[in-house]
């Protein structure tokens, strides 16, 4: 046991990026994962002979300087292989107008925007330049929100002139830049915008934030993109797994933290654990980063957040996330009619927005001549974790055949030709990733609680620290990376030493 230890909690993206960034800066990690694998939302797992990503199936920040392609180059490893989407995604809006392709080339994408909401040019002009202020603002690795002299300290070097208007625009919504330039008029474009912020905020153009909502609109195109990985998500995990074992850090799967408080000598940190073989285990370390949702310190942290009410309260206010249904399916290549791409977004009245993943001959996933099938539906966690047995699984049985019957219209398949399939609710969630009811993604960004008015990943409670889907910049493989970076820096910062990544 030593002081200069750090115990991160969960294996997901933003636990194996923190621990590989410390174990290389030559800190002693421990990083303690409930599963018997590593990934999270991130992971992936088997059924017979096909691969399914769990939840992820896209990922973002692995094109040169995106934050991915960061953390390897400085880790000395090499990026796992991916393939760049274009389109990155196809939108039907479920209303029998042309479906809308996110091209990759801007110049495309400009065009494809002009013929699908023509007069909407002065809306992504304006997303347009708020993106570019905020990448670079991001790039510079900021620190948000900011609690204390250091944080400020970082995120003054991070700010340009320019920052200041990007400011002006920081209470606002995607829904007010509508009304800017003109464009709240056109419902068609609402629509799309309502359907693609969904999958990013968890909210509607109403109710997500205009600096963020202004950057997840282009996360498609050059010079960013969106990457299918090779193999299947789980090679994110394993190259990350990877560099944390090279470089010292033990990894301990099937070690669920039940319990976290304050050592004796107020310095360090008391973490228990149960095992998969049920024994119960204690490790101190001076420092712990914390990945799962903040939610789960409230059963984990009882004791210590009775007397830091006014935290506890605020992790009791957190905005409630949505869960996700998800479908996973296998069928032979010729028995899908149409696609028009292989990630699609597609609104349907009774599921609001779905989201296909297909995958693509010979990346790992299939056998050939044959597709895995995921499609993701957002759904309310009490909605399932309040029915009992029976019921629940009637509602899932139910659900199931719902879901298939709309997938099947859309993709013209015949019922019978499927080879498998199954639904995850967020009870399944709950189950593979210890999140609490099995709710998914981050917070919801809207302005009140994006950026500079989110969560901080500094804590009340010296030498803990949050990183992960609820904490800034929020949701996604790429988000979390961010802010695990975060994290591991204001952490070395507090022991003196001062760490930065290369850009
Ligand atoms: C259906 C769906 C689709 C998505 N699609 C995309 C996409 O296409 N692209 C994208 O970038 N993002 C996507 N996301 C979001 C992305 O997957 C997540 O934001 C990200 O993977 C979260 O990583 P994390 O490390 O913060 O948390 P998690 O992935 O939740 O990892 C937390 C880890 O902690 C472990 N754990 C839990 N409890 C304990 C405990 N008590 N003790 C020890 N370990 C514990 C869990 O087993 C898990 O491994 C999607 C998510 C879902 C659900």
Redesign the pocket.
């Known amino acids: 046991m030593t002081n200069e230890r750090v115990i991160v909690?969960?294996?997901?993206?933003?636990?194996l990026t923190a621990s590989a960034l410390l174990a290389h800066q030559g800190v002693e990690v421990i990083l303690?994962?409930?599963?018997s694998q590593?990934?999270?939302?991130?992971?992936t797992y088997k059924r017979g002979k096909y691969v399914f990503d769990v939840?992820?199936?896209?990922?973002?920040g692995l094109e040169k300087g995106g934050i991915h392609e960061r953390v390897f180059r400085y880790l000395q490893w090499p990026k796992p292989y991916a393939q760049i989407l274009d389109p990155g995604c196809v939108v039907d809006l479920g209303d029998g107008s042309r479906p809308i392709q996110l091209w990759h080339d801007p110049i495309k994408w400009e065009k494809e925007r002009n013929e699908q909401f023509p007069e909407s040019e002065r809306f992504w002009s304006l997303c347009s330049f708020l993106h570019k202020i905020n990448w670079d603002f991001a790039k510079r690795d900021a620190i948000l929100p900011f609690s204390n002299f250091w944080d400020l300290k970082q995120f003054v070097n991070a700010l340009k002139p320019l920052n200041g208007v990007s400011g002006l625009f920081s209470k606002l919504s995607v829904a007010d830049l509508l009304v800017i330039c003109s464009c709240h008029k056109d419902q068609r474009l609402k629509n799309f915008l309502d359907l693609q912020l969904q999958l990013y905020s968890q909210e509607s153009s109403a109710r997500t934030a205009a600096l963020y909502g202004a950057t997840v609109l282009q996360m498609a195109q050059a010079p960013l993109g969106l990457w299918h990985l090779q193999g299947s998500m789980q090679k994110l995990s394993n190259a990350l797994e990877s560099c944390l074992i090279r470089d010292g850090a033990q990894l301990l799967l099937n070690?669920?933290?039940?319990n976290l408080v304050s050592g004796s000598n107020s310095q360090s940190w008391e973490i228990e654990l149960l095992t998969d073989k049920g024994s119960i285990l204690k490790f101190s370390a001076n420092d712990v980063i914390f990945?799962?949702p903040p939610q789960?310190l409230l059963t984990l942290m009882k004791d210590e957040l009775a007397l830091q009410k006014t935290y506890r309260n605020r992790l009791t206010g957190l905005p409630k996330p949505t869960g996700?249904i998800?479908f996973y399916g296998a069928i032979a290549r010729h028995h899908i009619g149409k696609a028009y791409s292989n990630h699609m977004q597609l609104f349907v009245e009774q599921f609001g927005s779905l989201f296909f993943s297909i995958s693509e001959e010979g990346d790992g996933r299939a056998p050939r001549g044959e597709v895995t099938v995921i499609v993701?539906a957002f759904t309310s966690v009490s909605e399932w974790n309040d029915l009992d047995g029976k019921i629940y699984q009637r509602q899932k049985a139910k659900t199931l055949t719902r879901i298939i019957s709309v997938i099947n219209s859309f993709l013209n398949i015949a019922s019978e030709n499927w080879l498998h399939k199954e639904l995850a609710t967020p009870r399944s969630?709950a189950k593979w990733?210890?999140?609490p009811q099995g709710i998914?993604?981050?917070l919801g960004q809207t302005p009140a609680a994006f950026g500079p008015f989110g969560l901080s990943s500094r804590t009340p409670f010296k030498g803990l620290w949050l990183c992960?889907?609820s904490i800034y910049p929020g949701?996604?493989?790429?988000?979390?990376t961010q802010s695990a970076l975060m994290a591991c820096r204001q952490l070395m910062a507090n022991r003196g030493e001062n760490f930065t990544l290369p850009q």
């Open positions: 909690v969960g294996g997901g993206i933003a636990g303690l994962e409930s599963h590593t990934g999270g939302c991130a992971g939840g992820a199936t896209q990922v973002a070690h669920k933290v039940v990945t799962l789960c996700a998800v993701s969630f990733t210890g999140r998914v993604g981050g992960g889907d949701e996604g493989t790429a988000g979390v």
